[in-house]
């Protein structure tokens, strides 16, 4: 079993930025790659953007591209979610989840993760 949480959600203007992170904690992290999703009111959950174990290989959905980065501590068994530029559009509750295999494009499926943190709110105002 692994348990997530997330942190660092909050209310930002327009163009301002937040970083988000997930602590993960229970069995090892080893091997598990890991994503972000978020979900907007009235909205399906999206992906966001995921990484490798390894780190070494990234992918993010086309509308946080070149704005989001995502990046893991796996000594501290962190991932962060650095978020620039953002706009009322990225208003929404993002989530950490943990997925065993990693496996593109099935891994920006919901279905393709293990485990789920409760979700952090950041909303931005215009």
């Known amino acids: 079993q692994v348990q997530l949480v997330e942190s660092g959600g909050g209310l930002v203007h327009t163009g301002g930025s937040l970083t988000l992170s997930c602590a993960a904690s229970g069995r090892t992290f080893s091997g598990y790659a890991m994503g972000w999703f978020r979900q907007a009111p009235g909205k399906e959950r999206e992906f966001v953007a995921t990484?490798?174990?390894?780190?070494?290989?990234?992918y993010y959905a086309d509308s946080v591209k070149g704005r989001f980065t995502i990046s893991r501590d796996s000594g501290k068994n962190t991932v962060l979610l650095q978020m620039n530029s953002l706009n009322p559009e990225d208003t929404a509750v993002y989530y950490c989840?943990?997925?065993?295999?990693?496996?593109?494009?099935?891994?920006?499926?919901?279905?393709?993760?293990?485990?789920w943190g409760q979700g952090t709110q950041v909303t931005v105002s215009s």
């Open positions: 990484i490798t174990w390894t780190g070494g290989s990234t």
């Open positions: 989840a943990a997925a065993r295999s990693w496996i593109p494009p099935t891994i920006t499926y919901l279905r393709a993760y293990d485990y």
